[in-house]
């Protein structure tokens, strides 16, 4: 039961910041807090990370913060990139890391975390759309979970733009 207090603390955490949240968004929420962002970490990744940093207006999301806590017990953390860039550190240290995280989930932890968010919800603890969750535990394989995008409410409404790291490695490249 610990964990579904954690789980729900999470997320109530990030709906209370972004309230056009839906259940797929809590879902890759939940994939990045065991899996990492290691599905873009091929080859192209620098490039990608450049080309979206440069795209961004890191004027706009003022209110986002630094690091959010994207686990149920804290190790993993997104570190969003206009706060990344307007604070002035490089890309080049964020990269690094990126490699250093080297995460490795183990789809076992993640089904638990998102059976936690589907009780949550059932149970009415929780308030999101039955419907959606629902739909997403149809298709989900559960031997193999793979990654979901935002949901465009929640793309319009926050414009994400951020990469999933161990907390540890983004707190030794920040200096704190």
């Given at each position: 039961?610990?964990?579904?207090?954690?789980v729900?603390?999470?997320?109530?955490?990030?709906k209370?910041?972004?309230?056009?949240?839906?259940?797929?968004?809590?879902?890759?929420?939940l994939?990045q807090?065991?899996?990492?962002?290691?599905?873009?970490?091929?080859?192209?990744?620098?490039?990608?990370l450049?080309?979206?940093?440069?795209?961004?207006?890191?004027?706009?999301?003022?209110?986002?913060?630094?690091?959010?806590?994207?686990?149920?017990?804290?190790?993993?953390?997104?570190?969003?990139?206009?706060?990344?860039i307007?604070?002035?550190?490089?890309?080049?240290?964020?990269m690094?890391?990126?490699?250093?995280?080297?995460?490795?989930?183990?789809?076992?932890?993640?089904l638990?975390?998102?059976?936690?968010?589907?009780?949550?919800?059932?149970?009415?603890?929780?308030?999101?759309?039955?419907?959606?969750?629902?739909?997403?535990?149809?298709?989900?394989?559960?031997?193999?979970?793979?990654?979901?995008?935002?949901?465009?409410?929640?793309?319009?409404a926050?414009?994400?733009?951020?990469?999933?790291?161990?907390?540890?490695?983004?707190?030794?490249?920040?200096?704190?």
């Amino acid at each position: 039961m610990g964990s579904w207090r954690r789980v729900a603390e999470l997320i109530g955490e990030h709906k209370a910041a972004r309230p056009e949240m839906r259940a797929r968004d809590v879902y890759k929420l939940l994939y990045q807090g065991v899996f990492g962002v290691g599905h873009i970490m091929g080859p192209g990744a620098w490039d990608y990370l450049q080309t979206e940093a440069q795209g961004l207006d890191v004027k706009a999301q003022p209110r986002d913060p630094l690091l959010e806590t994207v686990s149920p017990e804290g190790s993993v953390v997104r570190v969003n990139l206009r706060p990344f860039i307007r604070e002035g550190y490089t890309l080049n240290k964020l990269m690094e890391a990126m490699r250093e995280s080297d995460i490795t989930g183990v789809p076992a932890a993640f089904l638990e975390s998102w059976e936690a968010f589907a009780e949550l919800v059932w149970s009415g603890q929780l308030d999101f759309e039955h419907n959606e969750v629902d739909a997403i535990n149809r298709a989900l394989d559960r031997a193999r979970p793979q990654p979901m995008h935002h949901t465009q409410p929640y793309r319009d409404a926050y414009y994400p733009a951020y990469r999933v790291v161990r907390r540890r490695e983004i707190l030794k490249i920040l200096g704190i």
